[in-house]
């Protein structure tokens, strides 16, 4: 049975009536009614196309290993952070983000204009926002640190996550970009580009946040963004220092807000990287020349992602929660 079935008399009906007659698609012995369906064109243009699901990204996040050795050169330069140990997973709580056309395309202007007015030779800063096929690259703000789980873990880690998340009680909303920001790894090996974010409406970041380090603390994990960390980044958003630059002293505990750890001045979106350090007086000036076409953008946050190896689990945020004290006090 062909895929399309037309009518012997369809070419001629329409010419003489100017109607379209319903046609039936069959799919697998199924049939389905459908409407202006033509020989030649179907009169559909790729902008009428519906999007691709969400969950379809998640079935080619990642590369497939051409090694089973840790090999720098077949990832730019890069150095992994922990080495690949057989029966241990790489793991990553993360919210994700395709930014629009428009925005890619002013990201990829503002990399490149950097790239030409500031940057030079090895130091020249490599893309995160397309593969090197071109293709488009999800961006993300992380909301813990790469874990290594062993197998009997993975499961557990995930339903441990989603009961803290559920827990939260956080509904899907808007972060703001508020402006440029550079940020070391863990390694002090790179130097990352990253779009800083303004804190959002109810402290939903902060609150993500929680619900990650819980999950981490229950297996014995690092968690992510602790107090020197915080007051590192404070010390990067005065403009006075790099991550990794010593913070000032502090005597008061960490703030808090809505009874939750407030660590909205480590949050980012990393667009860009380059290899070792980058000096404070180069930092200040492209966050003070280049922010300004950036700070307009938005992220709409409607699930967060649990990447443990290739396996990608996506838990969306319920609209419609009923509150029942939230974390507030636990």
């Not at 996040?61 to 690949?84: C, E, F």
């Amino acid at each position: 049975m062909p895929l399309v079935n037309y009518s012997d008399s369809e070419d001629s009906a329409h010419e003489e009536t100017g109607r379209n007659e319903v046609e039936e698609i069959h799919v697998i012995g199924k049939s389905f009614p459908g409407k202006n369906l033509k020989r030649k064109s179907s009169g559909i243009s790729t902008s009428d196309l519906p999007p691709l699901p969400d969950a379809f990204h998640d079935l080619y996040a990642s590369n497939a290993r051409v090694s089973t050795q840790d090999d720098p050169a077949l990832h730019g330069g890069r150095q992994r952070g922990t080495p690949h140990v057989d029966g241990q997973w790489p793991s990553h709580i993360y919210v994700e983000w395709y930014p629009t056309s428009a925005e890619s395309t002013k990201l990829a202007t503002l990399i490149n204009k950097l790239n030409d007015e500031v940057f030079d030779g090895d130091a020249k800063l490599q893309s995160l926002l397309q593969s090197e096929l071109g293709a488009e690259l999800p961006l993300h703000i992380s909301l813990s640190r790469s874990l290594m789980l062993l197998t009997d873990e993975r499961q557990p880690f995930v339903d441990t996550f989603k009961h803290f998340l559920d827990k939260s009680t956080v509904r899907p909303f808007e972060v703001h970009v508020s402006g440029l920001q550079w940020v070391m790894n863990y390694e002090k090996t790179r130097c990352f580009l990253v779009l800083q974010l303004a804190r959002p409406v109810e402290n939903t970041l902060n609150t993500l946040l929680w619900a990650s380090n819980e999950t981490a603390k229950a297996f014995d994990k690092p968690t992510v963004y602790v107090k020197a960390e915080i007051e590192s980044a404070e010390v990067r958003q005065r403009g006075k220092g790099l991550r990794g630059s010593r913070p000032r002293e502090r005597s008061g505990a960490v703030s808090r807000v809505n009874g939750v750890q407030d660590c909205t001045p480590c949050f980012h979106v990393s667009i860009a990287w380059s290899h070792g350090p980058l000096s404070n007086d180069v930092a200040a000036d492209i966050r003070s020349t280049y922010s300004a076409d950036i700070k307009e953008f938005s992220i709409s946050v409607k699930a967060v992602k649990v990447k443990i190896g290739n396996a990608i689990t996506s838990l969306p945020l319920s609209a419609n929660v009923i509150e029942t004290g939230g974390i507030i006090g636990v």
